[in-house]
Nanobody
Framework: QVQLVESGGGLVQPGGSLRLSCAASGSIFSIVTMGWYRQAPGKQRELVAAIINGGNTNYRDSVKGRFTISRDNAKNTVYLQMNSLKPEDTAVYYC?????????WGQGTQVTVSS
């Protein structure tokens, strides 16, 4: 089992920044990938960014150059630094961890970009 605790969401003006954190505990030795998804009202959940063991990263096109995913292995934590935020980035952001056995989801954190 893996437990995930997210933090860092909130309300920010367009052009602003936020950093999301997701701390993992439990069977962390089996983690293969850590990432962030988001789901806006009326839309499907979509991948925002992911980082795999070894450090390779993957981003959706709309956030490239604005968002940065990173991982602190000592703290078993994955971060999503979000800069130059746009209203269309408004969504609930979910941490996702894939292990060799199954995937796990965080509880979600709301990010609202509005003036």
């Amino acid at each position: 089992q893996v437990q995930l605790v997210e933090s860092g969401g909130g309300l920010v003006q367009p052009g602003g920044s936020l950093r999301l954190s997701c701390a993992a505990s439990g069977s962390i030795f089996s983690i293969v990938t850590m990432g962030w998804y988001r789901q806006a009202p009326g839309k499907q959940r979509e991948l925002v960014a992911a980082i795999i063991n070894g450090g390779n990263t993957n981003y959706r096109d709309s956030v490239k150059g604005r968002f940065t995913i990173s991982r602190d292995n000592a703290k078993n934590t994955v971060y999503l630094q979000m800069n130059s935020l746009k209203p269309e980035d408004t969504a609930v952001y979910y941490c996702n961890v894939e292990t060799v056995h199954r995937g796990y989801w965080g509880q979600g954190t709301q990010v609202t970009v509005s003036s």
